[in-house]
């Protein structure tokens, strides 16, 4: 099994920038992407940031040239680097191991003040 713990959110000004960490133990070799989803109040768990093992990227069209999403596979970490923050980018974060089963982390609040 794999276990995913996060870190890094917070409280932030719009046009700051918060890194987000995630870190995978037990059974990493089985993990093919990581990424980063989010959840705001009332809506639906959307895609943030996506990269496989060998290093593609995606990104949500709303966070393109903002954020940016790397992996250190030695670690077995993904960082989530978030630039030029928006009060619209005030949700819960998940980070996702996409394994044998998708797994899910606990979450973690980033709040941006406008």
């Known amino acids: 099994q794999v276990h995913l713990v996060e870190s890094g959110g917070g409280l932030v000004q719009a046009g700051g920038s918060l890194r987000l960490s995630c870190a995978a133990s037990?059974?990493?070799?089985?993990?093919?992407?990581m990424g980063w989803y989010r959840q705001a109040p009332g809506k639906q768990r959307e895609l943030v940031a996506r990269i496989t093992s060998g290093g593609s990227t995606n990104y949500a069209d709303s966070v393109k040239g903002r954020f940016t999403i790397s992996r250190d596979n030695a670690k077995n970490t993904v960082l989530l680097q978030m630039n030029s923050l928006k009060p619209e980018d005030t949700a819960v974060y998940y980070c996702n191991a996409r394994a044998v089963l998708d797994v899910w982390g606990q979450g973690t609040l980033v709040t941006v003040s406008s």
């Open positions: 037990g059974s990493t070799f089985t993990i093919n992407a």
